[in-house]
């Protein structure tokens, strides 16, 4: 007897979004943290996003297209968290500063602190651009997609992005 094709429907989604968070979530979660600061959070987008794909997968007309979907769901949500923050800031009465935990701080070398630091600087469009073609190693096509802006915005994003961390890394050593 065959299940009706809700259920397989549900099992299909279970199945291949566990092989995606299997295989990608790690990545993941290191994309966001760039983009976001801190691990929690991120861990949190990046699940965020996985669930939104199961929730939606049989919606998804090209399921081989999960990958992108969720990467730019990640994008997406580190740019809410971006804008939430900001909001929480312009009505907050004192400014708090973020702690990292000992352990974020344990594996992040000191060079890489301070590039991690100045990424943090840049505006969110730059910061994006740079990780997507640096970290990610996407073509600029990959990452106008990921980002939905057009090749000349990712181009010229990351050329000011680069630009903006040689200055602000000089200005640090």
């Known amino acids: ?6 259920r397989r429907s549900a099992y299909e989604a ?15 979660v290191r994309l966001a943290v760039l983009m976001v600061g801190d691990q929690p959070t991120a861990e949190d987008v990046v699940q965020d996003a996985f669930l939104g ?5 049989p919606a998804l007309v090209d399921q081989d297209k999960a990958l992108g979907y969720v990467r730019s769901s990640v994008l997406n ?16 009465l004192e400014a ?6 000992a352990e974020a701080t344990a594996l992040l070398g000191e060079a890489n602190r301070e590039v991690l630091d100045a990424l943090h600087q840049l505006p969110a469009r730059q910061r994006e651009a740079v990780v997507l ?13 990921a980002m939905r802006v057009s090749r000349g915005t990712v ?3 990351t050329s000011r992005g680069i630009a903006a961390l040689g200055r602000l890394l000089k200005e640090n050593s």
Do not use: N
């Open 14 to 28: 279970q199945e291949r979004v566990t092989e995606l968070f299997q295989a990608h979530a790690l990545g993941l």
């Open 133 to 145: 073609r640096y970290y990610l190693d996407m073509s600029e096509a990959q990452a106008a997609q």
């Open 155 to 157: 181009k010229s994003a």
């Open 53 to 57: 794909l199961y929730r939606r997968w």
């Open 96 to 101: 708090s500063t973020d702690i990292e935990s």
């Open 1 to 6: 007897m065959e299940a009706p094709t809700g």
């Open 77 to 92: 949500g580190c740019r809410m968290v971006h804008r939430a923050k900001s909001h929480r800031d312009k009505i907050a």
